[in-house]
């Protein structure tokens, strides 16, 4: 018989007895936040055996995904799992959302961008998105969605809380600070439960009014009176990094259909990580037993993650950050880095180094620590200019590469893995990064995104998907561009405006 398990989350910094030192995967979503500015993570991971993947060899993308949420046994009915994977019908093709291309004799492409927004975000969101709004409304309790977002994050968010009952989105960018394509795809979802807005900044200078929003006691307390709870969608969430450990099965089982590996075969997974829920979906697959010898790093000039795995240092405090070509991986404080320390380290060496990073900006773990982190990792950063030109090679073998995806073609380069199947998770289409590519590939320094996508699907004879060429078509929902000391008057207005029982006017609503 097999012994039962049961998914339980525990925080990563220890408890401070004020908070529940357990709860289960929909407490953990709905509040992932623990003591010490911790955050919840499974206490134990459960085992796959090759009997289950064997079982799950001709399984679709569906079937397998439910049966390991099964397996992992957490708090939400079937039924409602059913609905979340049912997302990934509206992906490119419903029977294969994640399609594994062969680029080379020993070298093959997971597509993860095939959802609504054209990057891996839709993986996660997507089927997140169904599970949150569902658990608010067993709740009865309205939530407001708060996000910052620098390109990817914003446009998933949006998409996937479309019209969701109780739940509100107010989405924060920064003007000029996203691709055209990114901004389009934000400003023009049109819903009454979705507020986006433009801030005159960077994308720091949209976080920090994030923070300082979420401190204002104003804000607080009209929430308050709304009676409205605050979530978040953001990446530290396990709501969101569950789906991203699901791929790692099936990308592996495909490669095992596709004549390539034999079933028990070890493979290595190339990952273009920022915030590391990508890589840590690998980490905890690898940990569960599928067979992966190593999962690869790849990092930008923003090299904080490829230093780390190298010497065991995670040293913030010589940094600034850079603004590269693969933006979504521009991140110095990579926040699901936490849950390898905890798996690996526990709680107490968790909370004392994390304390360590936040006092000095910086930590060194011991050799012994280090070498268990070498044993599953190892990293390599990839520069502007190296990442154009694997996007050429790519292109002349009649492959378009977004330059993050580029950045991993440089872990495979490492000597050690020429006799492995590499495995390469690519999170976005081309299509988002358009301008980027049209250099990389053409050297044009083109006026836009629509010059760009003209002329790289020229050069590449290929269409531009009917998605992102209705963006430039579709009226803007959104127009707003403000100050930062206005972001708070505009949220309230839209959270007042919506907040209204249906039929009833603003006005004879006063009392
Ligand atoms: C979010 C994102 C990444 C980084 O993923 P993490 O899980 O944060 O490491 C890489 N590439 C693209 C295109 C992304 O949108």
């Known amino acids: 018989m097999q012994p039962l398990f049961q998914m339980i989350f525990t925080e990563t910094r220890g408890n401070d007895n004020t908070r529940p030192a357990q709860v289960r995967f929909s407490q953990a979503l709905l509040s992932p936040i623990a003591s010490f500015g ?10 796959i055996d090759e009997d289950f ?35 990934y019908d509206h992906f490119d093709n419903a029977s294969d959302p994640v399609p594994v291309i062969k680029l080379d004799n020993r070298l093959f492409v997971s597509e993860l961008y095939h959802g609504p927004t054209r990057a891996f975000k839709d993986m996660a969101l997507q089927p997140f998105g169904v599970i949150l709004s569902t ?11 708060l996000t910052a977002t620098s390109g990817d994050t914003g446009p998933a968010a949006l998409d996937t809380f479309r019209n969701r009952a109780n739940i509100r989105v107010a989405c924060l960018y920064p003007q000029g600070g996203t691709s055209d394509v990114q901004r389009l795809q934000m400003v023009t979802e049109d819903a009454s439960n979705l507020k986006v807005i ?6 720091d200078d949209a976080q920090a009014a994030l923070k300082s929003l979420l401190s204002s006691p104003s804000f607080n307390q009209r929430l308050n009176e709304l009676n409205i709870s605050l979530s978040a969608a953001n990446s530290v969430n396990f709501g969101r990094i569950i789906f991203q450990m699901l791929y790692q099965f099936h990308c592996y089982l495909a490669l095992v259909r596709q004549g390539e590996i034999t079933l028990g075969d070890k493979i290595v997974i190339h990952i273009p990580s920022g915030n590391f829920g990508n890589a840590l979906g690998a980490f905890y697959a690898r940990r569960m037993g599928l067979p992966i010898a190593k999962i690869a790093i790849a990092s930008n000039a923003n090299n904080v993650l490829t230093e780390w795995i190298k010497t065991g240092s995670y040293d913030l405090s010589k940094r600034d950050l850079i603004a590269t070509t693969s933006p979504a991986m521009d991140i110095l404080k990579s926040s699901n880095v936490e849950r390898v320390l905890f798996e690996l380290f526990g709680a107490v060496r968790t909370r004392e180094l994390m304390r360590q990073l936040d006092a000095d900006g910086r930590y060194q773990l011991d050799a ?6 070498s044993e599953i990792f190892t990293a390599a950063d990839c520069s502007d200019e190296e990442g154009s030109e694997f996007i050429r090679q790519a292109f002349n073998k009649n492959y378009l590469l977004d330059p993050h995806t580029a950045t991993c073609f440089k872990t495979c380069q490492a000597p050690e893995f020429a006799d492995r199947v590499n495995l390469i998770h690519s999170t976005a289409e081309w299509t988002k990064f358009a301008s980027i590519m049209d250099n990389a590939i053409n050297a044009n320094q083109p006026e836009s995104d629509q010059v760009a996508l003209a002329s790289v699907a020229s050069s590449a004879g290929v269409e531009i998907p009917q998605v992102i060429a209705n963006l430039f078509k579709q009226p803007i929902a959104h127009p707003l561009v403000v100050d930062k000391q206005d972001i708070e008057s505009e949220i309230l207005k839209f959270l007042e405006a919506s907040n209204q029982p249906v039929g009833v006017s603003p006005q004879s609503s006063s009392s």
């Open 38 to 47: 911790g955050i919840y993570s499974p206490e134990k991971m459960p085992a």
């Open 53 to 87: 993947l064997r079982q799950h060899l001709d399984s679709s993308y569906k079937e397998l995904a439910l049966a390991l949420l099964e397996h992992f046994d957490i708090d939400i009915d079937s039924t409602i799992l059913q609905q979340a994977l049912d997302r």
């Open 135 to 145: 658990l608010a409304q067993q709740q009865q309790q309205q939530y407001l969605i």
């Open 198 to 203: 433009g801030i005159h900044g960077n994308f």
């Open 368 to 373: 012994g620590e280090q070498a268990q982190i």
